[in-house]
């Protein structure tokens, strides 16, 4: 509690608090009896950008991880109101933190502001990020999408955590026709929040910028055949290993449908220092091949 005080230090004094949580002073004390002396609180302003009503939002369990790993005030301040917006946990916001969500939000290539009135432009891009990372699927390097696909449904519910609040799956490999023909969308889902169906596309490997004119073509049939009169557009997010941005943006320019590209990682880097700690793999095998004195006598035995 001290060094959340230490943090905000005028927290106290400008909710009045402070008053009701020291005992007044007897002002006729008994003979011979003074009164105890109350710690001296200097009225220091509060921290800048932390409203007290911001601050008293969050319980302890939050400020502690929030104090200790997040220095920057506009980096915290950004955790603590995501963190009241989407109900995240104490757990949840440190993986939040550790996969540096602040940095990623809204950070995908997109046509929104194109395809979209302002207000809900804003909100869109705010709702994507770049790159999504899925480190709790175990592929291998050569993975097929049809097995990515299958891994993120596997794990739908830290699936839809990555995704972040307000998607709701609707289906996998969701058939639809056309002129009697088939087509399958990878997934579909509806964002509570942004009232709309949000297409995703997976793709394996680089973006290419084919894969534009084929999201099109699925926000277009999903609008038709779907959306409710209530419903704002469909948006369509296409998902690759590496999404190039320049290839994304000429790409995205030509087409009349809110889309994005993002990126998604299957493994989360390293820190630097934990990196240069790490074994080779050199070192390894160097160790593993060495003789010991134990193995010689073993042998004779």
């Keep these: 509690m001290l060094a ?8 106290i004094l400008d909710i009045e608090v402070l008053p009701r949580l020291v005992a007044k002073p007897d002002p006729k004390p008994a003979a011979g009896v003074l009164p105890q002396p109350v710690a001296q609180v200097p009225a220091m ?27 920057d005030p506009a980096t915290r301040q950004w955790y603590m109101r995501a963190a009241i917006e989407n109900g995240w946990s104490r757990n949840i916001l440190l993986i939040q933190i550790e996969s540096a969500a ?7 290539v997109n046509n929104f502001a194109l395809r979209l009135p302002a207000p809900d432009s804003d909100l869109v891009q705010q709702t994507l990020k770049d790159p999504y990372l ?4 175990t592929l291998e390097t050569g993975f ?3 097995e990515l696909e299958t891994g993120l449904i596997v794990h739908l519910e830290k699936f839809l955590l990555e ?17 009697e023909q088939d087509f399958y969308i990878d997934l579909l889902f509806y964002h509570l929040k942004l009232r709309c169906y949000v297409v995703i596309d997976l793709k394996r490997g680089d973006f290419k910028p084919g894969y534009a004119g084929k999201m099109n073509f699925y926000c277009n049939i999903v609008d038709d055949q779907l959306r409710h009169g209530s419903d704002k557009p469909t948006i369509g997010l296409i998902l690759c290993q590496q999404s190039n941005r320049v ?13 994005g590209v993002s990126s998604f990682e299957l493994t989360r880097a390293l820190p630097v220092t934990l990196q240069s700690s790490l074994p080779s793999i050199e070192d390894i095998e160097r160790e593993l091949g ?12």
């Design 163 to 179: 995704l972040g609040q307000g998607f709701a799956f609707v289906g996998r490999q969701y058939h639809v026709d056309l002129d």
């Design 290 to 301: 060495r003789d010991h004195p134990n193995d010689a006598t073993k042998e004779m035995t």
């Design 102 to 108: 602040h940095q990623r939000q809204g950070n995908a």
């Design 247 to 259: 290839l994304a943006e000429y790409a995205l320019r030509g087409m009349d449908k809110p889309i």
């Design 134 to 137: 899925f480190d709790f699927l």
């Design 4 to 11: 959340f005080y230490r943090e905000y230090p005028g927290l």
């Design 144 to 146: 097929h999408e049809r």
């Design 45 to 71: 302003p509060p921290r800048p950008g932390f409203p007290p009503d911001l601050l008293l939002s969050l319980p302890w369990g939050h400020h502690a991880e929030l104090m200790a790993k997040v220095k």
